[in-house]
C-alpha cells in the first residue's frame, strides 16, 4: 500500500543542518590498514608485560628482590649400602611383649624321640640358639618374632628323624650315613624340619655343617682351581664364611687336635702341630686365600676314624640344580652349579659317590617358595619317590618327562640309579592332634583368644589346606598382625 506522504514533502521538514555530518568528531578513530586477513584471525596488539622480568643477558648483573621459589630439600638420611637388604633379611628371635608359657620343655636328648612328645611344642635353650644362628638355620619367614622365645613343634617326621639320629649316634659298629630329601607343597615344614634336625643332631655332638643358601648367585670372587679336569671353581669367601660357622656352631671341635700336623707345602703359613680343629678353621675364616686349603683339612679331620658323627645341610636344593649360575667362565659362558667345588664336594655325599666313614645325616630340603624351576630335578626326584598317596587317600602319579622339552642330563644322572640310596621324604599337613597342640601354645602366648575347642581345631585345620603348617600360621596368627 503506497504512503499518503511523499518523501519529497518528509525531507523538506527536516532542517538541513541536521543531515550534515561534523567530520571533526571522528578524527580520534584510527583508521585500520587495509589487509585481505579476516578480521576473526587477526592478531591482537599484544599488551606490555607487568610481571617480572625478562632474563638478564649474560655478564649484566641485576638485583632480583623477593622470596627464593626453591623446593625443599630432603633432609632424611638415605640408607647405606647393605642396609635395607640387612633390614629384609633379619630375623627376631624374642618378643618381650608376648606371654612367657609356664610349663614348657627344652628339647633335650631324651624326648626328642619319644613318642609322647608327638603334638607339643618344645623350646630351644639359648645355646642351641646360638649355635643354630651361627649355621644360618633360622628364616625370616618362620614368625620367630611373636612369640616369647623360639620353640619348634614335635610332629611325627620330628620324631622319626630323631630316631635315626638316636641310632646312628648308639651304633657301637659300622656306622650307616642316611641320605634325605625333602620335598612338599609351599609351607610344608621343609625348612622347619631341616632345622629340627639340625637342633638334634647338636643335641648328640655331631659335626653340623650347614652350606649358605645363597652360593650360587654370584656376587663374590671365584677362581678356577689348579690342576682340575673338569675344571672346578673355588669361592674363597664363602669358603670363608663356611669355616666361621664350623667353629662357631660346634664347641667340641676346640677339644680335638688334628691327627696330623699340615706341612707347609699344604698351607703357606706355618702352623703348630697340636693345633685343635675349631682353631684350624677360624684362621681359615680368618684368610680368604688360604681357606681352600684349610677347607679340605679341616674335612679330613672331620671325616678321619674315631671323630663324632656329620650332619651335611643344604636349604634350597633347585638353586644348586639350575642350569647356571650368577658366575661366568673364561669363554664368556656361565658356569654350573656342579662345576664349583663346595656344591661338587656337598653332591658327592648326596648322591652315594662318598660316604661318611663315622656315619651321619646329610639332607636338602627343596623350597617353593623363592626357587627356580628345574624341569630335571623333579623329574629325577618322581623317579626316585613314584606314585605316593596323599594324607586325603588321593595317588598322585610321579612326575614323567615331557616330549620336546630340554632336561640337564648332569643333573638326571646325578639321581639315577639311586633308589635304595636316596630317601625322598615327603611332608605333608599336620593332623589334628598337632595342630590342636599349636593352638594350645599359640593360645598360651596371647596370640589366639578363641577358646581351643574341637570345632575351632576342625575349622582351622580345614581353612589351612589339611594342616599345612604355613597356611595355618597365616590363617590363625598373620591374621592377628
Known amino acids: 500500500m503506497a504512503t499518503s506522504v511523499c518523501w519529497q514533502c518528509l525531507s523538506s521538514a527536516i532542517p538541513r543542518n541536521t543531515l550534515r555530518v561534523n567530520s571533526t568528531q571522528y578524527r580520534h578513530i584510527p583508521a585500520l590498514a587495509f589487509s585481505t586477513t579476516p578480521s576473526a584471525q587477526r592478531a591482537l596488539p599484544q599488551k606490555k608485560s607487568t610481571g617480572a622480568k625478562a632474563i638478564p643477558k ?89 612369640f616369647r622365645r623360639p620353640a619348634v613343634l614335635m610332629r611325627k617326621e620330628t620324631l622319626d628323624t630323631g630316631k635315626i639320629v638316636d641310632e646312628i649316634s648308639s651304633s657301637d659298629g659300622q656306622r650307616t650315613t642316611v641320605r634325605r630329601v625333602l620335598v612338599g607343597e609351599r609351607g610344608s615344614g621343609k625348612s622347619m624340619m631341616l632345622l629340627q634336625s639340625l637342633t638334634m643332631a647338636m643335641l648328640r655332638g655331631w659335626t653340623v655343617v650347614n652350606l649358605p643358601e645363597d652360593i650360587t648367585i654370584g656376587h663374590t670372587p671365584y677362581t678356577p682351581l689348579p690342576s682340575s679336569s673338569p675344571t672346578k671353581y673355588i669361592q674363597p669367601a664363602y669358603l670363608a664364611r663356611l669355616l666361621r660357622q664350623i667353629s662357631s656352631a660346634n664347641p667340641h671341635l676346640e677339644e680335638l687336635q688334628v691327627s696330623q700336623a699340615p706341612s707347609q707345602a699344604t698351607i703357606p703359613i706355618p702352623i703348630q702341630s697340636n693345633i685343635t680343629v675349631a682353631r684350624l678353621a677360624s684362621l681359615g675364616a680368618s684368610d680368604p686365600d688360604i681357606a681352600h686349603q684349610i677347607f679340605e683339612l679341616v674335612i679330613e679331620e672331620l671325616l678321619a676314624p674315631g671323630r663324632p658323627p656329620v650332619f651335611f645341610g643344604l636349604d634350597g636344593l633347585a638353586h644348586a640344580m639350575q642350569p647356571a649360575t650368577g658366575y661366568t667362565a673364561p669363554n664368556m659362558k656361565p658356569i654350573h652349579p656342579h662345576d664349583l667345588k663346595i656344591l661338587d664336594w656337598y653332591l658327592s655325599f648326596l648322591c652315594g659317590k662318598a660316604d661318611l666313614p663315622n656315619g651321619g645325616l646329610v639332607m636338602a630340603a627343596t623350597s617353593q617358595s623363592n626357587a627356580p624351576r628345574v624341569p630335571a630335578l623333579d623329574v629325577a626326584l618322581g623317579e626316585l619317590e613314584g606314585d605316593y598317596k596323599t594324607r586325603a587317600g588321593q595317588v598322585v602319579s610321579k612326575r614323567e618327562r615331557i616330549p620336546l622339552m630340554r632336561y640337564d642330563e648332569r643333573v638326571v644322572e646325578s639321581f639315577t640309579d639311586k633308589k635304595g640310596t636316596i630317601d625322598v621324604h615327603r611332608l605333608e599337613g599336620l593332623s589334628k592332634e598337632e595342630v590342636r597342640g599349636l593352638l594350645e601354645y599359640w593360645a598360651r602366648s596371647g596370640m589366639v583368644r578363641e577358646k581351643v575347642s574341637e570345632g575351632f581345631v576342625g575349622e582351622k585345620w580345614t581353612l589351612s589346606g589339611g594342616g599345612v603348617v604355613g597356611e595355618l600360621q597365616r590363617a590363625v596368627v598373620g591374621m592377628r598382625v
Open 58 to 146: 649474560k655478564g649484566q648483573k641485576t638485583l632480583i628482590i623477593g622470596k627464593s621459589k626453591r623446593t625443599p630439600e630432603n633432609r632424611a638420611r638415605r640408607p647405606a649400602p647393605g642396609e635395607r637388604k640387612a633390614l629384609r633379611k633379619r630375623i627376631v628371635l624374642s618378643n618381650v611383649n608376648a606371654l612367657e608359657v609356664p610349663g614348657m620343655q627344652d628339647i633335650n636328648e631324651e624326648n626328642m624321640y619319644d613318642r609322647r612328645s608327638e603334638g607339643q611344642v618344645l623350646g630351644l635353650s639359648a645355646p642351641l640358639v646360638d649355635h643354630l644362628r651361627a649355621v644360618e638355620a633360622f628364616k625370616p619367614t618362620q614368625g620367630w618374632g611373636m
